[in-house]
């Protein structure tokens, strides 16, 4: 079955993107994640979050800072391709985390 994923975004980068190549489809993010913080994608909760986590109602919401390109999604069943890039990039890293999902 589909399982949700949850991206985080370490900065300092600027207008990171999420490339779920198996789905063909993309996260992107038109903001500056300054060094220190992140930038938490829930994508079950559908949520934006920054130096926080939506689940756990803690951060501040981000959610204005998602592209209007972007498209939700989750991890196929089997093996799943994401790329992480940014156009401006000092040593930024994402993290994926989720749960296999079965019946």
Do not use: H, Q
Not at 10 to 30: F, H, Q, S, Y
Not at 59 to 71: F, I
Not at 89 to 95: A, E, F, N, Y
Request: aromatic share 10%; net charge negative; glycine share 8%.
């Amino acid at each position: 079955f589909p399982a949700p994923v949850v991206l985080k975004i370490n900065g300092p980068c600027t207008d990171p993107v999420v490339e779920n190549e198996t789905a063909g489809r993309t996260l992107k993010l038109n903001y500056t994640i300054p060094s220190g913080s992140y930038i938490e994608l829930d994508t079950d909760l559908r949520t934006v979050t920054l130096d926080g986590s939506a689940a756990a109602g803690t951060g501040a919401s981000r959610y204005y800072a998602l592209d209007t390109s972007s498209v939700w999604f989750d991890l196929s069943p089997g093996n799943n391709t994401l790329e992480y890039r940014a156009p401006t990039d000092d040593g930024s890293t994402l993290t994926a985390t989720w749960r296999d999902v079965w019946a």
